[in-house]
């Protein structure tokens, strides 16, 4: 079910031969996590990107004032790794932690980048993959620049409503930039 998953995400992405697809999906290896679990910490380098079958995993990092600031949230059908500690192989300043037990898809940098060099497609893959990364990090960007918390929270509940249903406040305030008090009476307004 989960190399389904896995499969079917590709696909929607990239044009690719079943006999490619296969050699791809070959290289994923299955985990399970428990809630609170940490994949990758701070410090560590980022050696394996994850795949969610099933569950929630969350990349952040502490700020100067010890306050954890959530970057991504990935939910099933989602990749996830700490990105610039995968490309550069440095020291990640973020952590990995599954938020809700998960059932994941993991894949080595090693082999990660076998692919790229034997697959065509992989690279076009991971190009989608790192256009989409952009993107969505440039809008959250300008969103903490440009928006009020009430503006960035009304986004939220329009781009990504599963964010708010599912986590808890915390997470939901740190991802957005603000504090739970605020997440609160913003609750309470919308």
Not at 105 to 114: A, M, P, Q
Not at 139 to 155: C, I, K, P, W
């Amino acid at each position: 079910m989960i190399y389904e998953q896995l499969g079917h995400y590709i696909k929607k992405n990239i044009e690719i031969t079943d006999e490619d697809l296969n050699t791809i999906l070959s290289y994923f290896k299955p985990l399970k996590h428990k809630k609170n679990d940490f994949l990758l910490s701070q410090g560590q380098t980022s050696q394996q990107s994850f795949f969610v079958g099933k569950g929630c995993l969350r990349i952040f990092f502490i700020n100067e004032e010890g306050k954890d600031i959530t970057r991504y949230i990935a939910f099933e059908n989602q990749l996830a790794t700490a990105l610039v500690s995968f490309i550069t192989k440095s020291p990640s300043a973020e952590y990995i932690q599954v938020v809700e037990k998960s059932e994941l898809l993991c894949i080595s940098h090693e082999d990660f980048n076998y692919l790229m060099e034997t697959i065509p497609q992989w690279r076009a893959f991971y190009c989608v993959y790192l256009e989409k990364a952009y993107v969505n990090n440039t809008n959250r960007l300008m969103s903490f620049t440009t928006m009020d918390a009430l503006e960035r929270y009304s986004q939220l509940l329009k781009v990504n409503p599963t964010i708010v249903k599912r986590l808890p406040n915390k997470i939901v305030a740190s991802y957005i930039n603000i504090s739970q008090e605020t997440l609160s009476r913003l609750k309470s307004k919308v």
